[in-house]
């Protein structure tokens, strides 16, 4: 077996070098094949030494890549799916939705005082790129989807309007609604017919701020691809 190995060296030395490849992968316990074949010629004719000796280090440091960063993150990755297939309330989400309510109200605001009436549905604001989906709660689409519902909208008059998020017992209008939070400042020019006054820190101001600038550069951007 040894003399013919030796006498088809460079085929296998080509076949374990692509072996060792494997490494990255799921069948990462094939690269240990080339290992042991690279040391097996080291203790024998030692044939192409400095080549086995780099292929076999790159293998090594490959499996070493591969269990302290691959294999975590796909696990990590994996975790992350799973929880996001998760239908119903989701409180990780909170934070996210409710910056997206925030926002959906100032559209709406904005939209009103140029318009002199509130819109008829979210679907009228064209001038900023919102997020109408609210993935605290989210569900099962018939196309096997896993989605944020949407944001509840409901013009009441030409000066009036709600909008809320159906909270944690999936339902709009209870007690439990995600609603849009407002400054003190804010509660004396609203139309919303429900709200929650929250002092603002300087610093979520300027978050609320960075975001809307950031939406209307998506819908910018978005009008002049169309436009070419």
């Given at each position: 077996?040894?003399?013919?190995?030796?006498?088809?060296?460079?085929?296998?030395?080509?076949?374990?070098?692509?072996?060792?490849?494997?490494?990255?992968?799921?069948?990462?316990?094939?690269?240990?094949?080339?290992?042991?074949?690279?040391?097996?010629?080291?203790?024998?004719?030692?044939?192409?030494?400095?080549?086995?000796?780099?292929?076999?280090?790159?293998?090594?440091?490959?499996?070493?890549?591969?269990?302290?960063?691959?294999?975590?993150?796909?696990?990590?990755?994996?975790?992350?799916?799973?929880?996001?297939?998760?239908?119903?309330?989701?409180?990780?989400?909170?934070?996210?939705?409710?910056?997206?309510?925030?926002?959906?109200?100032?559209?709406?605001?904005?939209?009103?005082?140029?318009?002199?009436?509130?819109?008829?549905?979210?679907?009228?604001?064209?001038?900023?790129?919102?997020?109408?989906?609210?993935?605290?709660?989210?569900?099962?689409?018939?196309?096997?989807?896993?989605?944020?519902?949407?944001?509840?909208?409901?013009?009441?008059?030409?000066?009036?309007?709600?909008?809320?998020?159906?909270?944690?017992?999936?339902?709009?209008?209870?007690?439990?609604?995600?609603?849009?939070?407002?400054?003190?400042?804010?509660e004396k020019t609203t139309r919303l017919v429900k709200y929650v006054v929250k002092s603002f820190t300087p610093k979520e101001i300027?978050?609320?701020?960075?975001?809307?600038?950031?939406?209307?550069?998506?819908?910018?951007?978005?009008?002049?691809?169309?436009?070419?």
């Amino acid at each position: 077996m040894k003399e013919y190995i030796y006498n088809h060296f460079k085929a296998f030395l080509i076949i374990f070098s692509i072996l060792s490849l494997t490494s990255v992968t799921p069948f990462w316990w094939l690269s240990l094949l080339s290992m042991i074949f690279f040391i097996w010629n080291f203790f024998n004719k030692k044939r192409e030494l400095s080549l086995c000796i780099t292929v076999l280090s790159l293998t090594v440091l490959l499996i070493i890549f591969n269990f302290k960063v691959i294999i975590p993150t796909n696990k990590w990755g994996d975790k992350v799916l799973a929880e996001w297939n998760k239908t119903g309330f989701d409180s990780a989400w909170l934070d996210n939705s409710q910056e997206s309510i925030n926002v959906i109200d100032r559209a709406v605001e904005a939209y009103s005082l140029r318009c002199g009436t509130c819109p008829d549905s979210l679907i009228e604001i064209e001038d900023i790129h919102l997020i109408f989906n609210d993935f605290s709660y989210r569900i099962k689409e018939p196309d096997g989807q896993v989605r944020g519902v949407l944001f509840y909208y409901e013009k009441v008059d030409s000066n009036r309007f709600y909008l809320a998020g159906v909270g944690k017992d999936g339902k709009i209008k209870t007690d439990d609604d995600l609603l849009p939070q407002i400054s003190k400042e804010q509660e004396k020019t609203t139309r919303l017919v429900k709200y929650v006054v929250k002092s603002f820190t300087p610093k979520e101001i300027e978050r609320e701020r960075e975001v809307r600038a950031m939406l209307r550069k998506v819908k910018k951007i978005e009008k002049s691809i169309l436009n070419k």
